[in-house]
């Protein structure tokens, strides 16, 4: 396991088309979480996942969001009837519960137009 | 409100030469502090971490320090080189009811010529 993996690395879609990215933690990592940043800006926080459980979602995840980690291990992000301002990179971090640090995938550039 | 805020927002300087990257916060309750690299179009990577207790920190040529009265870490790079152009991100941690919340600053992007 080399570390946190993200696919895809890049996704171009229409406006309206739905997109769907794959997040696989560190394994042995039991919480994960999911990061917007736009260019030039910080990530900012979207959602987190203990295990299977959703445990805290942010103001951002519009109705149009939705993140699921079925059976604790990778994660998905879906994004419905996307939009130009979805455009950003996608982030997807894991951690140990009980230790600070979180480990970064690569991300997954989204580009709507 | 918990932020962290970073200057300058950006940084061009040159191959060789030092620069200090400056991260103020007003977070609560502070768990640690932690730098991050973030290379274009990659992910953040983590250069150091520092916990309430320690003021200085070392990673080779990166340099962090923590002033846990004024809310104030610098990142100090010595000796620039070509591949530490990148983002440098500040994410300070706050401990809530078990959980670990991020905040992250905006970045400095740092540019060095050759």
């Known amino acids: 396991d080399t570390g946190v993996s993200q696919n895809p690395r890049h996704k171009i879609t229409k406006r309206g088309q739905n997109v769907t990215f794959r997040c696989d933690p560190i394994s042995e990592h039991n919480r994960l979480y999911w990061y917007r940043q736009t260019l030039g800006q910080g990530p900012e926080f979207l959602t987190y996942?203990?295990?299977?459980?959703?445990?805290?979602k942010s103001r951002l995840l519009s109705d149009r969001f939705s993140a699921e980690r079925p059976k604790g291990s990778f994660s998905t992000l879906e994004i419905q009837r996307t939009e130009q301002g979805d455009s950003a990179m996608y982030l997807c971090?894991?951690?140990?519960?009980?230790?600070?640090?979180?480990?970064f995938g690569q991300g997954t550039r989204l580009t709507v137009v | 409100k918990n932020q962290v805020e970073q200057s300058p927002q950006s940084l061009i300087i040159l191959e060789g030469k030092n620069c200090t990257l400056q991260?103020?916060?007003?977070?609560?309750?502070?768990?640690?502090l932690r730098w991050y690299k973030q290379d274009t179009g990659r992910g953040p990577v983590s250069l150091t971490i520092m916990t309430f207790s320690e003021n200085t920190k070392s990673n080779g040529r990166y340099t962090a320090t923590l002033d846990a009265d004024t809310k104030q870490s610098s990142l100090h790079i010595t000796a620039s080189q070509l591949s530490d152009s990148a983002s440098y991100i500040c994410v300070v941690s706050a401990s809530v009811a078990g959980t670990y919340k991020y905040i992250f600053g905006t970045g400095t992007r740092l540019k060095v010529l050759a």
């Open positions: 991260c103020n916060y007003t977070v609560s309750p502070f768990s640690n």
């Open positions: 996942f203990q295990n299977e459980a959703q445990l805290e």
């Open positions: 971090a894991s951690s140990l519960k009980g230790q600070t640090e979180a480990f």
